[in-house]
């Protein structure tokens, strides 16, 4: 089945300790995409990927950080989490060709 | 200013009844695309219909069309028929620029939350 996944889905941790969202697909897809969701805002880009070893800056990329070393992972790295990194984190793909992306179900974090 | 606006935070509706959900857009870009997922109580994002600025018909997707204005930059999602499986948060996006410049990144509006009554 042609898929996003992220892990974990849930998530608490306190302030400053480092922790890492997973995400995956196995679509081939050259295009992978950080997005934040919070009350009021809609979503939000946090980095993007177009490629392997190929990854920029979006909208709202402070204390955050990505890789990109495998085409089909794009692991979203929080260095030390604060409160105001408490939200709903999407992971999304596509084809860099392709108009549509795929969501994956979303990790949905609180930092205390 | 908002890319995206949707105006409407909360709709209310009968079940059965159609319902048609505003999206404005603002862009300067030719060449554009418009897009509309629900994300239902389960939180996970579903896409539900593409638009295309270059796109001559409106799109439609079963019971889901898009009313592509281009010239009043609007979008609006037309729900037919609707059914109590329709409640959910619903949230106009745009992508601007050409997809095989690697013009990928979503702008999305704040969402709708539609409740269908029975």
């Known amino acids: 089945e042609a898929q996003v996944t992220q892990n974990p889905r849930y998530l608490i941790t306190v302030t400053g300790k480092k922790l890492t969202v997973t995400c995956s697909q196995n679509?081939?897809?050259?295009?992978m995409s950080w997005y934040r969701q919070d009350p009021g805002l809609g979503l939000r880009q946090i980095y993007y990927?177009?490629?392997?070893?190929?990854?920029d800056k979006g909208d709202v990329p402070e204390g955050y950080k990505v890789s990109r070393k495998e085409k089909r992972n794009f692991p979203l790295i929080l260095e030390s989490p604060s409160p105001n990194q408490t939200s709903l984190y999407f992971c999304?793909?596509?084809?860099?060709?392709?108009?549509?992306?795929?969501f994956g179900p979303g990790t949905r974090l609180l930092v205390l | 200013a908002q890319k995206i606006t949707q105006t409407q935070p909360g709709m209310f509706v009968q079940e059965k009844e159609a319902v048609t959900l505003d999206c404005t857009y603002d862009?300067?870009?030719?060449?554009?695309?418009l897009f509309w997922y629900k994300q239902p109580s389960s939180g996970e994002m579903i896409f539900l219909i593409y638009?295309?600025?270059?796109?001559?018909q409106n799109a439609t997707e079963g019971r889901y069309s898009l009313n592509f204005q281009k010239a009043r930059k609007s979008a609006n999602l037309v729900i037919s028929a609707s059914q109590l499986g329709d409640s959910a948060m619903y949230f106009c996006?745009?992508?601007?620029?050409?997809?095989?410049?690697?013009?990928?990144?979503?702008?999305f509006g704040q969402g709708t939350r539609l409740t269908i009554n029975p």
């Open positions: 999304a793909s596509s084809y860099s060709t392709q108009e549509t992306q795929y």
């Open positions: 679509m081939n897809h050259e295009y």
């Open positions: 990927s177009m490629n392997v070893e190929v990854t």
């Open positions: 862009t300067s870009d030719p060449s554009y695309g």
């Open positions: 638009q295309g600025s270059y796109d001559q």
């Open positions: 996006a745009m992508r601007e620029g050409m997809v095989i410049q690697g013009a990928q990144k979503l702008v």
